[in-house]
């Protein structure tokens, strides 16, 4: 068996106090940037609160302390292989002061 490891950055921005307005699925990965076959997995892509910072107990509260606005996470199948995944994330920041870095994902593949 042959394990392929592809690193995708979910992306973290700062943005002034307007960022409550930005959309955060205007900002992540999106399907036609992915080779062909890929699909979205629905179930696996939505905006994240802070409020979904639920484990451990009391992240939620550091997460609203940093700044953070909103994100998404979004996640991406392949139609012939439940083995090849994409997962792609991005999280605003209210303040400029915010860490401004990239956090990679990773898509395995195991293929014989």
Do not use: W
Not at 84 to 107: C, I, M, Q
């Amino acid at each position: 068996m042959r394990l392929v490891a592809l690193a995708v950055g979910a992306l973290v921005i700062a943005m002034p106090a307007s960022a409550a307005g930005v959309d955060p699925r205007a900002l992540v990965l999106r399907q036609d940037a992915l080779p062909a076959g890929y699909l979205a997995d629905r179930h696996e892509s939505q905006v994240t609160t802070n409020e979904s910072y639920t484990s451990p107990p009391g992240l939620s509260k550091v997460v609203v302390k940093s700044g953070r606005v909103t994100g998404y996470r979004c996640a991406f199948r392949h139609r012939t292989s439940k083995t090849k995944a994409v997962n792609a994330g991005v999280d605003l920041f209210r303040s400029r002061n915010a860490p401004v870095r990239s956090s990679p994902g990773r898509t395995r593949t195991n293929e014989s």
